[in-house]
Every structure is written in C-alpha cells, then in structure tokens.
C-alpha cells in the first residue's frame, strides 16, 4: 500500500501541492480540442494512403512528428542524433505456386495451396522448415495457460470460429512455428480467403524469433480431418466452447514440413520516432516515464495487411486505429515542453511503426533501446483514444501494478475532465497483447494501455477523421498528461503485482 499511497499523494490537492497547480494546468491547457482535430487531419488524410509499413507516406508521418517534436524542443532520441531510430525490412513476393504443405508420418500426404490451404497472414519462415504438430483443444475462458514446450516451434492446429482470437493471442507468444486455422469453409467463403494470389508480403528479418507473428494459414477441415484421427482428437472437440482449460494433444509420429519459397524484391527499413525531454532532479531524471503510439496503418488494399476497399474508398485512414494515439503522444509532448515546471524524471515520447504487422517498431526499440530500458520506470500506451462514450476509458492491465489506482486517483482529483477509467470492456479480443506496451511488459517495464474502444469502423475504410471524437481525446490527453505527472514526480517507482510479474515477465504460472 505504501507505493499507491506515495503515487496518491502526488495528485492529491493538499496545501503543499497548490503551489504546482498553475503550471500543471498551463501543460494541461496546451492541450486543445482545435489541435487534435488539425493532427488528425493531417496524420489520416486520404493523402497519407493509409500509412502501410513500409511506405513513403508513412516516412512523411514520421517526419511530420521530428518536426514537431523538434519544435517543442525536445532531444533526439533516435540513431545518430536525430529522432528516427530506423528498423529493416524486406519485402517479398510471394507466390502460391511455389507453396505447399507435407505431412509426413503414418498417412504421409501434400497440401496444396488454393486447394487445401491457403497462406492468410504473419510471417512464414524462409525456405523448408519442419516441425512436430499439435492440436488445440479447450476454452478461451478456461483458467490453464499452455506450456511453452507444447507450442514453441510446432505446427499448431487452431479451430477457427467464436474465441479464436482470445486463443490465439495466448498461443502466438509462444512462438510456433505456423499456426493452421481449420474450419468447415464452405467455397463461397475460401474464394474470398487472401492468399489465392500473387501478393507482396513484408518480412522483418531482426525479429526472427521475437514477437512478429508467425505464419498463419487457412486449412479446410476436410483435410485436415485425418491428421485429428491420427491424435485420438474428434474434430468435434476442436469447437472453444465450455470451461475445459486449454490443452494441446501432440500429432504421434507427424511431422509438418512447410515449403514457403518468396523471391526478395527489396531491402528497406521503416521508423520509429523519438524525442526526450529531461527531467529536473539530479538522480531520478536518469529515470524515464515512456509515451508510445503507433503511427502506422494497414494502408490500401495492394499493402497486403487487409484493407478491403469498399465502393469508390480503397483507402483505410487509421483516424482512431492510431492517428488517435499518435496525435495524443504529439499533444503530450507539446503539454509537458510548454508546462511552467518540468518533472523529475525525464519523459520519452515516442510514435512506433508497424504495429499492424505484428509490434515490430516496439520490438526493435525494445531490444535496441536509445535509453536503458531498465531505467524505464513506466510505459502509458494510447491505441484507438478516439470514439465511443463520451466519459469512458477503457485501461487494460491496470490489475498488473499500482499504476491502476494512480489513473483512477488522477481521475477522481480532476473531474473537470470527466473521464471514467474502467477495466477491460473486451476480454474475449485478448488486447492486452495486441498493441505495443506488450514489448515493455516483456521486459519487466509496468504499463497501463488506453483505449475508448473498438467499433465496426476498425481496419476498415470508413475509420475515417470526421468520426473523431476530438473534444474527448483532448479531455483524454489531459488526463493522461496529469497521470504522467504524477508518475514522473513520486520517488517511488511504479510496482508490479507479483502474480502479474511471474506470469507476464517471468513466463512462468
């Protein structure tokens, strides 16, 4: 109780505080309705394309944000002195020829792409690799989590239908090799499916083995109905319904040998942007308190991360999914380097790229960090900050530290923002690991992730500037600017729940 009540006190409008409520609220006041509108404006124009990773258009958001934060008088915190920290990436074509699948064992047989199985997203490991299977049985609600060892690098068999993502998202950390998603498709869907074409995919090749998704393929039940047989698994018992905890059941004597050939077109890279501004106190500006968004989208449909254009509009803006984000880190910086007083530690700001295709900005930073990351004593994530109810903020994993009743003590001594913190709106979309504080969390970094919310505009291209909501994002902003405060001044640092830490950090239950 002593690290929430010090983070308490910090907020807390006692007589020794008043004195710093002038210029908190001068930061707080920086932040306007008229400027998100304007950011959003310019970060999800039609002319942004969609801000697909890698783009030129995505260049030009990442250099929009330099400039502002140079602007503000901020450091470089990127590579070389300046705020770009540039990952790299290949792109490929790949061509669903060149493509197939072998089981070998006691039914040794081939599946063919476009018949059999079709390649729908992540990243498939280059050239012939080969792996054990394994099938997946139980509930997204039930309790036990999977043993590494019975994912890590096999071919993993996933039902897909209801509670699919709530299972995959337990599954895809665990690095398997593919993950195959088998259903009932009746043709008029498999037609529809991605992956019957010639596409262009993007691989990131200093992520091999890190947190890009792997590769993930449609399979008809129909073919796969043998290899079930062959684990003494009905394939009615593939359905996630129930409370059985999940389970997986090995693939006796299968091995899955996976033929995925792409021919390289192009070495590029995309970037992340950085930009720091030092605190005031001698020992604890050597600590950080980290404000990340991702600046990227899924583009148009030729980007090959799912846009579907829809009439005339082939062209997804990501204004909420995370134009939003990026605008709030933008607005927060330009609050704390316009505030009359500075905070104690010092505050990086940064917007991430390729968030879309598997959390690849925030991975790199977190494995080639431009500030040690062991001094980054919090991470305050904003992903999708601009829609729905007015008063209500969705805060996920605010049960795994004493952040979560830091926000809500902010919210209570600010009411003028009328903002409602509350827990995670959306438990079966498994979102917690699906936007970039996940890397942080990773690493031992506590974090709260905001979010007002999902809607039927996400990833489509109807998610477009006219629906947000800018006089509740800037109430959003402030909010998080005061809670930031707060972090940023209290000498203790933010604190894990030890159950989280095991489970989150140490991996282990």
């Known amino acids: 109780m002593r690290y929430r009540l010090t983070l308490l006190l910090a907020v807390l409008t006692v007589p020794v505080a008043a004195q710093r409520r002038q210029p908190a609220a001068r930061g707080a006041a920086a932040i306007t309705t008229e400027d998100v509108r304007r950011r959003i404006g310019i970060i999800a124009a039609d002319s942004m394309l969609g801000r697909a990773t890698p783009s030129p258009q995505l260049d030009q958001v990442a250099a929009y944000v330099a ?31 060149s493509a197939s699948i072998r089981i070998a064992g006691p039914m040794p047989t081939t ?31 039930g ?26 998202v337990k599954i895809l950390p665990l690095r398997p090799l593919a993950l195959m998603l088998v259903a009932d498709f009746p043709d008029s869907i498999w037609q529809k499916l991605p992956g019957h074409q010639a596409s262009v995919h993007v691989r990131n090749p200093s992520e091999e083995g890190g947190s890009a998704i792997p590769a993930v393929f449609a399979v008809r039940a129909r073919t796969a109905r043998a ?69 990227d989208h899924i583009g148009t449909p030729g980007a090959g991360e799912g846009c579907m254009a ?44 390729g968030e879309e295709r598997g959390l690849w900005g925030s991975a790199y930073f977190a494995e080639h960090p431009t500030v040690p990351l062991a001094s ?57 690991y699906r936007s970039d504080h996940y890397n942080f969390a990773k690493k031992g970094v506590p974090i709260l992730f905001f979010t007002t919310g999902l809607h039927p505009d996400y990833h489509q291209v109807s998610d477009s500037p006219d629906k947000i909501d800018a006089e509740k994002e800037a109430r959003f902003a402030r909010l998080v600017f005061y809670l930031g405060l707060a972090v940023a001044n209290t000498t203790a640092r933010p604190r894990w729940n030890p159950e989280s830490y095991k489970q989150i950090v140490s991996g282990t239950n």
């Open 67 to 97: 400039a502002e934060f140079r602007r503000f008088g901020l450091k470089p915190g990127g590579d070389s002195g300046t705020y770009l920290q540039r990952y790299p990436l290949e792109v490929q074509r790949f061509d669903p020829d």
């Open 111 to 141: 599946w063919h792409t476009g018949q059999d199985v079709l390649l729908v997203d992540g990243q498939p490991p280059a050239g012939d690799s080969a792996g054990p299977g394994a099938v997946i049985t139980g509930s997204p609600q």
């Open 143 to 168: 309790a036990a989590a999977l043993d590494s060892s019975a994912v890590t690098g096999k071919v993993v068999f996933l039902a897909y239908g209801p509670g699919v993502n709530a299972v995959a």
């Open 227 to 295: 290899l079930f047989t062959q684990a003494g698994v009905p394939p009615d018992s593939l359905r996630l319904w129930g409370d059985r905890p999940l389970a997986a059941h090995p693939l006796a004597e299968v091995k899955v040998q996976l033929a995925v050939h792409q021919q390289l077109l192009e070495r590029t890279s995309a970037p992340n942007v950085v930009g720091i501004l030092e605190g005031t106190d001698a020992a604890l500006k050597k600590e950080y308190v980290l404000f990340t968004a991702h600046m």
């Open 310 to 353: 829809r009439g005339a509009d082939s062209i997804c803006n990501g204004a909420d999914d995370d134009g939003s984000g990026t605008v709030a880190v933008v607005a927060l910086a330009e609050a704390f380097a316009t505030a009359l007083e500075r905070p104690k530690r010092s505050l990086v700001f940064m917007t991430v790229s």
């Open 376 to 432: 980054v004593v919090a991470d305050l994530n904003s992903d999708m900050v601009g829609r729905n109810a007015k008063d209500t903020l969705a805060v996920i994993g605010r049960e795994h530290s004493n952040l979560g009743g830091a926000v809500d003590s902010v919210a209570r001594a600010h009411p003028e923002l009328n903002i409602k913190p509350v827990g995670d709106l959306w438990p079966q979309e498994g979102l917690y």
